[in-house]
C-alpha cells in the first residue's frame, strides 16, 4: 500500500487548500480512507475520514469548513479546506485500512503517507 499525499502550501487565514493523497498497491474502494494532522509538539489527531459506503467523519474543529471526498476511478482522497484558521496549521497525514471502526483515531489505520505541510499565517 502506498499513499502519497499533495497540496500542501501557505495561505492566509481566511483562504483555501484542497489536500490530495494518491493511492496505490491495494483495492481501493474497499477501504476507510482519513486525514489526519499532527502540529509541532501536539499528538497526531483525526480531521476526517470517509468510509467504502461514502459515509463521512469530521472533527468538530474542522466541521463546516473542510470536506472529505473521494474519486474511486482515480484512487484519490481529498480534502477540500476553506476558511482556514492559524490553528489549521499542521503536517497533513492521509491513511487507509480496511478494518476501521472509528475513523478518526489513529490508532485504526495501518497505512500512512509521509504528510503534506499546511500553514496558515495570520
Known amino acids: 500500500v502506498y499513499l502519497e499525499e499533495s497540496g500542501g502550501g501557505s495561505v492566509q487565514a481566511g483562504g483555501s487548500l484542497t489536500l490530495s493523497c494518491a493511492a496505490s498497491?491495494?483495492?481501493?474502494?474497499?477501504?476507510?480512507m482519513g486525514w489526519f494532522r499532527q502540529a509541532p509538539g501536539k499528538e497526531r489527531e483525526g480531521v476526517a475520514s470517509?468510509?467504502?459506503?461514502?459515509?463521512?467523519s469530521y472533527a468538530d474543529s474542522v466541521k463546516g469548513r473542510f470536506s472529505i471526498s473521494k474519486d474511486n476511478g482515480k484512487r484519490i482522497l481529498y480534502l477540500q479546506m476553506n476558511s482556514l484558521k492559524p490553528e489549521d496549521t499542521a503536517m497533513y497525514y492521509c491513511a487507509a485500512d480496511i478494518w476501521v471502526n472509528y475513523g478518526l483515531s489513529r490508532d485504526e489505520y495501518m497505512y500512512w503517507g509521509q504528510g503534506t505541510q499546511v500553514t496558515v499565517s495570520s
Open positions: 470517509i468510509d467504502s459506503d461514502g459515509c463521512t
Open positions: 498497491g491495494y483495492t481501493y474502494s474497499g477501504y476507510c
